[in-house]
């Protein structure tokens, strides 16, 4: 079955009493597609990967997945995707083989082909000779090996991931995304996931950025690098109102102050550079040149800093 | 490999069940708190009390007090069950158990059945201990027949701790119910002390309490007909409706309360 796209999210919308969390987000990921929602803490992205991974009820809109509706069939949907919290899931009491064999059944999986299944699996992550180990004796890092087998030991179509980095050393990392492309490549794996790392970000074939509750902006990495006309100049003065006032009056630019600094995009922003030196020699104590960033991105798209709230 | 959906549903219940009982065993701190609690009880009260007179009451008050301890037994066994949905659902198993294609009947299917398994060996065991050379007149007769009246009781008691856990989000919450509201539950059950002599307000909350004919149901249970530890009881067809009522109650609230996986939390 092909379709254009495994998840469909249209017109979703979800608040807690009068705090609206989402506000009609929609996006579509084709299949086999990484896609990203990316944005700070507090956007909607824990109450979307909730909505996705049925926990939450649908307030309005509507949810598709693997061509399974999350009102009209959630249980169809919920067994077609594998799902891997930001919080640990695995039960430490039990080996990392007993919670595999208890997540095969709550799949319907049983016996000879769920126990190849899970020999499967662990070899697949590494993990096989500590099949019989208690969980609470694993490092963080394994556990979460364990964690995204579990959530594949079903084959779901669709892999939904809540901040998957979290907890996880440089190396660790490395290691997650190279597993997620390797099964994107062999199985055709659709994978969405949430974050709020930019690094991580990258990873993706697409992006979405979510911030308070609306998806602002959407597209591969570069596009939305795209987006913004040029370089990034970040001046850092004393004066920063009065000088950003200046800057816009004398260059006509847009340029805004941010936490204190000045930000400004430019198409041309290594002439004028130069430019700002020559006119405001005593107010500029630093200034920076860049290319744009996801984080510039983010802050073109909301008008204001990631990690500021 | 495709499964019924009746198939998948009893595997759910199974697999959860084997891992509350796994669990169980595997935390010997559960096992101390869940029986040797009530049987210490049992030591300091039966003992303590061994001189009260209860003029409805024709044993000694440590064998009156007997069955009551097994219901608190019973009882504790339900609340450490279901207690750790509270914590198991933010950081554990429970989250993955709830994005699973099971049925929200199955899900609570698994959580009462491992908790009766566990509530019904337990119960079972202190039981036999009391029926050893020496002690009380319990038969085999007797702890045989208590076995359905200790599933009826560890069903409801579960329902009853599944509904008080699953919207909750701190375990304290629990503990605060479980002062103030379950063992008042089993101390007002006709378990600790007879209803009969107690004054009329006190007397209409232990007939209201649906805890109070479990209690008397497992004494009629635990004794041959005619017994003089059953006399002053309600009828045994009463107490047998009242249970099995109390058990599809709390059965069908918690369904109904688990509906909503997510417990009604905020992320």
Known sequence: MNRPFAVRVSNVSHSYGTHRALDKVGFEVAPGEIFGLLGPNGGGKTTLFRILATLLPIQEGTVEIDGHDACSDVSGLRSRIGVVFQSPSLDIKLTVRENMIHHGHLYGLYGAALSAAVNEGLARIGLAERAADMVE????????????????????????????????????????????????????????????????????????????????????????????????????????????????????????????????????????????????????????????????????????????? | ????????????????????????????????????????????????????????????????????????????????????IIDDRNTGFLQSVLVAPVPTLAIVMGKVAGTTVLAVGQGVFVCALAALPGGFEIGLGGLAASIPVLILLSIALAGVGLMIAW?????????????????????????????GGTPTWLGWIIALNPLTYGVALLRYSLYAPGSPATMGLPPFSFCLAATIAFAVATLGGSVFVARDRAGGRHP
Not at chain 1, 147 to 157: F, N, Q, R, V
Request: charged content about 20%; some cysteine; hydrophobic content about 45%.
């Open chain 2, 167 to 195: 919207p909750m989000d701190s375990t304290q919450g629990f503990h605060a119910i479980m002062m103030a509201f379950l063992m008042p539950m089993w101390l007002l059950s006709g378990a600790f002390f007879p209803p």
């Open chain 2, 1 to 84: 490999m495709k499964t019924s959906p009746l198939f998948s549903s009893l595997l759910a219940v199974y697999t959860l069940t084997h891992r509350e009982v796994v669990r169980f065993l595997r935390q010997r701190n559960r096992v101390f708190g869940a029986l040797a609690q009530p049987v210490l009880f049992w030591l300091i009260f039966g003992q303590g009390l061994s001189g009260a007179r209860f003029h409805s009451v024709n044993v000694g008050y440590s064998e009156y007090f007997f069955p009551g301890i097994i219901v608190l037994v019973v009882l504790f066994t339900a609340i450490f069950a279901t207690i750790s």
């Open chain 1, 137 to 309: 004796t694993l490092s963080g890092g394994l556990k979460r090996r364990v964690e995204l087998a579990k959530g594949l030991l079903s084959e779901p179509s669709v892999l939904i991931l809540d901040e998957p980095s979290t907890g996880l050393d440089p190396g660790a990392r490395r290691d997650l995304w190279a597993y997620l492309s390797a099964l994107r490549e062999e199985r055709g794996t659709t994978i969405l996931v949430t974050t709020h790392l930019m690094e991580e970000a990258e990873h993706c074939d697409r992006l979405g950025i979510l911030d308070r509750g609306r998806i602002v902006s959407s597209g591969t990495a570069d596009t939305l690098r795209g987006k913004i006309g040029g370089d990034i100049l970040t001046i850092r003065s004393t004066g920063a109102d009065a000088l950003c006032a200046a800057l816009n009056q004398r260059f006509s630019q847009e340029a805004e102050v941010i936490d204190g600094t000045i930000r400004l995009e430019s198409p041309d922003a290594r002439h004028l550079i130069r430019q700002i030196y020559e006119a405001f020699p005593e107010q500029v104590d630093a200034i920076s040149l860049g290319r744009p960033t996801l984080e510039d991105v983010f802050i073109h798209e909301t008008g204001h800093q990631f990690w500021n709230e």
